[in-house]
């Protein structure tokens, strides 16, 4: 019997986490079960089983593949040796979320939208999503912070508040993206700077 | 047999509105049937039936109640003689939804993040999404224009950009209201004061 290496396992995780994609995005997280994310994985049940135990860990997961290369861009950003501006960290947010949301697989940001509404009654994606959004929140916690140090943004109002308003970009966009559907990076952009002092 | 007044149509109306955000806001839009309205209603089906046809419609109605005093609050901003700005329309759309919010029998914005679930996979659903915030984001638009002539904003960025930037941040808010629940409208504001030019 072959060795079950890490690269496999990491394999196989994928295929799952792209299951489970694809079954929320099509049916919503509500009717998505297990037994539909075994199927469209083409996997058994003990190999799904094996790496998940329910719909809210494979949710995370999505969660997580979704985000994991968030850090890097914002330390890509705050590692640069000219000023750093609020304008930059959302420019570089947005076009992020916009290639994340295209890549083959289906759009995640259907499946950010369905998991805002179960956690509002679930308590585990409530946890999951409370959790990536004040990393994320962080992020631009230090971006406000570098600005102020920078002297690109006011010194003297807390950084916390300064981030709240540019997370909630995020998700304002990704909703116009999805509900209306005439946003784009360049349109937004060129909305925030005219409103924004940097 | 005593004539049925418009008020009372209204009041009944009311009735069965409040009763299904009751239903949604406790078992989520996808889980909620015309059953489970019908009993929060404490009315027969037949009485619920001739108001509302389908669940959709409920919807649409909890929406336009919801918002139905924006435009006014809008009318309102543009009618200052003072210069408009976009920190005034955005201070008046955080104050309002968190009033709306903080009304007798449950909190609404509960109800619009399911439905920005379910316009993902309800053409009706989505059509009533997509009209509200168009003509939320409208308002928005009014404003930047007035801003524009009054020299508090950039003439030169199309009013409609600017728009798509405003109305991101009342979702933006909203969800981080209810999903990270540290967000006020004092420090919401604080942290676009930061940012904003005017």
Redesign the interface.
């Known amino acids: 019997m072959p060795k079950v290496t890490e690269e496999h396992r990491l394999a196989r995780r994928a295929q799952i986490v792209a299951a489970a994609r694809t079954c929320v995005i099509e ?5 998505t079960t297990m037994a539909d994310v075994i199927r469209e994985s083409g996997l058994s049940a003990g190999a799904v089983y094996g790496y998940f135990k329910s719909k809210e860990e494979i949710v995370a997961a999505i969660a997580e593949d979704a985000l994991s290369t968030i850090d890097e861009l914002f330390q890509k950003i705050l590692a640069t040796e000219q000023a750093v501006t ?1 304008l930059m960290a959302l420019e570089a947010a947005i076009n992020h979320v916009v290639a994340v949301a295209e890549r083959p697989g289906g759009d995640v940001t ?1 499946v950010a ?2 998991a ?6 679930n308590p585990a994606i ?1 946890a999951t ?2 959790d990536k ?2 990393v994320l ?1 962080g992020n631009f916690e230090a971006v406000a912070r570098r600005a102020q140090a920078d002297g690109t ?2 010194p003297d ?2 950084p ?14 990704v ?2 993206r ?4 005439d ?1 784009t990076p360049d ?2 952009l ?8 940097s």
Request: charged fraction near 20%.
């Open positions: 049916e919503g997280f509500h009717k609020p259907r939208i369905q805002w509404a179960e956690a509002l009654r409530m999503a409370c959004y004040t929140r943004v006011d109002v807390a916390e508040y300064i981030a709240q308003v540019l997370l909630a970009l995020i998700p304002g966009f909703l116009q999805l509900i209306i559907g946003v349109t937004y060129a909305g925030a700077r005219a409103l924004f002092r």
